[in-house]
């Protein structure tokens, strides 16, 4: 009977000590989800040149006959991990979901070209490249942003808090955080968008597609 109570004992009082040798709010594990949406453009042709330049915000420029307008936004909604131990109370990020895609995605055409004008389609086909570098710059990029993420995590701890009201205060700074540092491959992705963009917007292109039809 003496052994049957002492092996009990033992059982209890067991998974106290273990739970005591483990460090508290040390290190959180966060599962990443990217998800990306090309978008669809939109095609608006009651400006003219000069007037959709200018709500743009852009420079006049000779060799303009459309403009391709693609504004990338980027949502985060993330999952806490809460964790209580006395009066203590770890939070950390559970899951982390970001969006990406193009709530504006705008493709100008000068007005004067009718839409069934040889000018017109040369137009919506040269747009239509932007467009389509802009709609596979998400799927190509998405590996890039998924490493950043988890970069940026290794760097970020859970944080200890003494009240409730505090957790979510500390779950949108730590999230501000990961948003922040996605910031350089943000630059990057940019950078390189410009870069194709740039190769087919050129006066030598300009002169090669005003060929194309007579009433340019």
Known sequence: MKKLLLFLYCFLVWPV???????????????????????NPKYVTRYSKQEFLKKEGRPADPY????TVAELAMNTKTTPSIEKRGA???VGLSDLEVE????????YIDKKYAPS???????????NYHVMVVQQSLP???????????????????KI??????????????????????????????????EKNAAIDTPEMYRATTKMCKNW
């Open 17 to 39: 000590f273990a739970q005591n040798a483990m460090p508290f709010c040390t290190s959180m594990t966060t599962r990443v989800h990217v998800r990306t949406h090309i978008g």
């Open 117 to 127: 004008s040889c000018e017109f389609k040369i137009i919506k086909d040269h747009e």
């Open 161 to 194: 808090v003494k009240t409730n009201k505090d957790i979510q205060p500390t779950l949108e700074k730590l999230t501000d955080s990961l948003v922040q540092s996605m910031q350089p491959v943000l630059k990057h992705i940019n950078a390189k968008l410009l």
């Open 100 to 107: 990406l895609d193009y709530p504006n995605l705008t493709v």
């Open 88 to 90: 203590q109370i770890c």
């Open 140 to 158: 190509f990029f998405r590996k890039d942003i998924e490493d950043a993420l988890y970069k940026a995590l290794k760097d970020l701890s859970p």
């Open 64 to 67: 303009t006959l459309g403009l």
